[in-house]
């Protein structure tokens, strides 16, 4: 069975940083495009980066560019984003998802991993 994993959130205060993890189960991550995303209390999911499977080139939603870093390591078949000096706004359920080969994303989401930003 096909699956993804989010883990790294956690409950840190205003300028601290988190590293998020997206694991791959059952499949290699690295021939996908790999999507990360967050919802907000009260607001939609948004997508915050993306990574290609080839080149690794990568994207950021102007909210998170140049803040957020997404990067893959194939040998331990996982995606990360890096958060640094994170602020209350980032505060979010954070999740990762795959394009497929309809050229869309996955229709299967996971639990998300909390992000909680606070003083």
């Known amino acids: 069975q096909l699956r993804l994993v989010e883990s790294g959130g956690a409950l840190v205060q205003p300028g601290g940083s988190l590293r998020l993890s997206c694991a791959a189960s059952?499949?290699?991550?690295?021939?996908?495009?790999v999507g990360w995303f967050r919802q907000a209390p009260g607001k939609e999911r948004e997508g915050v980066s993306c990574?290609?499977?080839?080149?690794?080139?990568?994207y950021y939603a102007d909210s998170v560019k140049g803040r957020f870093t997404i990067s893959r390591d194939n040998a331990k078949n996982t995606v990360y984003l890096q958060m640094p000096n994170l602020q209350p706004k980032d505060t979010a359920v954070y999740y990762c998802?795959?394009?497929?080969?309809?050229?869309?994303?996955?229709?299967?989401w996971g639990q998300g991993t909390q992000v909680t930003v606070s003083s």
């Open positions: 998802n795959m394009g497929t080969t309809g050229g869309r994303w996955s229709d299967y």
């Open positions: 059952g499949f290699t991550l690295e021939y996908y495009v």
């Open positions: 990574i290609s499977s080839t080149t690794s080139s990568t």
